[in-house]
């Protein structure tokens, strides 16, 4: 089992940037792939982005791709969301995820993925 351990976060304005930084112990981390997901207030958690095991694919949600940037540092077993342009629209708690193996399946919801990390509230104003 992996633990996942979140850090960054907070409250930002419009067009600001952030960064998400999810650090992994235990199970392999180099071995899985790994997502973000977030759960806007009062919505159900959707998916924001994820990474195969080596780094070289990535995923990205409609609404996010172009500002956000998913990276992972398998040699510091982290994992990042570098956040550009934010809107308000991005306001939630932001989570990540450890796949069940090395690569993500496009469709793939939170039901698919086994650890967590503790979540981080992410708040844009306008």
Known sequence: QVQLVQSGGGLVQAGDSLRLACAASGRTFSRYSMAWFRQPPGKERE????????GKSSYYADSVKGRFTISRDNANNTLYLQ???????????????QGGD????????????????????????S
């Open 83 to 97: 956040m550009n342009s934010l809107k308000p629209e991005d306001t939630a708690v932001y989570y990540c995820a």
């Open 47 to 54: 998916f924001v982005a994820a990474i195969n095991w080596s």
């Open 102 to 125: 090395e690569n993500y399946y496009a469709g793939s919801g939170p039901a698919d993925f086994g650890s967590w990390g503790q979540g981080t509230q992410v708040t844009v104003s």
